[in-house]
C-alpha cells in the first residue's frame, strides 16, 4: 500500500528544488497535495503534471509570513478534502551579506519567510490538526543553523527553528501531533545554483561523501518523518548532509 494513502499535506515553497521534489514524491505515495508557493507559473504547471500522473494536487499562490494568507489556506484545504494532516514547512529564501553590511530589509525578510512563517503554519495547522489527534510537522532547519559566513539573517532563522520545533514537539505532543525538523547542507536547487564554481567545489571538498545532495533525498527523509514508520519520533533535527557536520 502507498505510504501516505488518504492523507492530506501541505507543502510550502513547493514550486522548485526539495519542496517540488516532496510534492512529486507524497503524490506517488497516495497523499492529496497542497502546493503552496509564490511562483506561480511554476506551482501551476506543477500541479497540472501531478495530476497527469494520476496524483491529486491543488496550488496555493501566496506568502508563508502573512498570517491571514495562511489562515484562508488552510481553512480552504480542509473545506476541500476534510483534514490536513501533514505540513512541511519548506519555503525560503536567501539575503546573504556580511553582517555588517546586511540590510534591516535583508535581515527581516529572511527572518519573516523561515522563523514566523514557520510559526504561523504551524500554530495554524495546529487548530486543524489538534481535533484529529493527529498530525506531522516536518520543518527546516539547515548546516547553516552551526553558523555561516554571511548569512548571519538565515543561520539566526534555522537556528530559531530548531528551538521552534522542539518547543512544539513539547507542546502538540499529547494531542499526537509530532513535530521535527530537517537540517540540509549542500543541496543541488535553484537556491545554490548561482553559488561560484569555486567556492562549490571548495564546499563539496569539505563534504565527506564528495557530492551534492538532491532534492529527492531530502524528499525522502519528508516521506519517512510524514508516514506511520516515525510514529515515535518528535522534536528530533536530522541534519542529512553527507556527513559535513561530523567530526568537525
Ligand atoms: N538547497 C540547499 O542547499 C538547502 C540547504 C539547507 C536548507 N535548505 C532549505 O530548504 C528549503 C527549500 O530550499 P530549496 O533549496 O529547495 O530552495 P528553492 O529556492 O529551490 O525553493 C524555495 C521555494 O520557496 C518559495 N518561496 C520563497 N518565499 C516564499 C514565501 N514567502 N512563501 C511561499 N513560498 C516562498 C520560492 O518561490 C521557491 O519555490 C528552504 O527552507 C531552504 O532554506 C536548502
Known amino acids: 500500500m502507498a505510504r501516505l494513502e488518504g492523507k492530506v499535506a501541505l507543502i510550502t515553497g513547493a514550486a522548485g528544488g526539495i519542496g517540488l521534489a516532496t510534492a512529486q514524491r507524497f503524490a506517488q505515495e497516495g497523499a492529496i497535495v497542497a502546493v503552496n508557493d ?16 494520476g496524483g491529486k494536487a491543488v496550488f496555493y499562490l501566496g506568502n508563508v ?10 481553512k480552504d484545504v480542509v473545506e476541500k478534502y476534510g483534514r490536513l494532516d501533514i505540513l512541511i514547512n519548506n519555503a525560503g529564501v536567501v539575503r546573504d ?3 555588517h553590511k546586511m540590510t534591516e530589509e535583508q535581515w527581516d525578510t529572511v527572518i519573516d519567510i523561515h522563523l514566523k512563517g514557520t510559526w504561523l503554519c504551524s500554530r495554524t495547522a495546529f487548530e486543524y490538526m489538534k481535533p484529529q489527534l493527529f498530525g506531522r510537522i516536518v520543518n527546516t532547519s539547515s548546516t547553516s543553523s552551526e553558523g ?12 530559531g527553528i530548531i528551538g521552534l520545533t522542539k518547543t512544539l514537539a513539547l507542546e502538540y ?9 530537517v ?12 553559488i561560484p564554481a569555486q567556492v562549490q567545489e571548495a564546499v563539496v571538498n569539505r563534504i565527506p561523501l564528495k557530492r551534492k545532495g538532491n532534492p529527492e533525498e531530502i524528499a525522502n527523509l519528508h516521506l519517512f518523518l510524514a508516514s506511520d ?17 561530523v567530526g568537525v
Request: glycine content about 8%; aromatic content about 6%.
Open 38 to 53: 509564490m511562483n506561480e507559473a511554476a506551482g501551476v504547471k506543477e500541479v497540472e503534471n501531478i495530476c497527469q500522473a
Open 97 to 99: 551579506a556580511m553582517s
Open 183 to 194: 537540517a540540509p547542507g549542500y543541496i543541488n536547487t535553484p537556491m545554490t545554483a548561482g
Open 148 to 159: 555561516n559566513i554571511g548569512q548571519a539573517n538565515y543561520s539566526a532563522a534555522k537556528a
Open 229 to 245: 514508520e516515525s510514529s515515535y519520533i518528535t522534536g528530533q533535527v536530522i541534519f542529512i548532509d553527507g556527513g559535513a557536520t
Open 173 to 181: 505532543a499529547r494531542s499526537n501531533i509530532l513535530v521535527n525538523a
Open 65 to 74: 509570513s502573512d498570517a491571514a494568507f495562511v489562515k484562508q489556506m488552510m
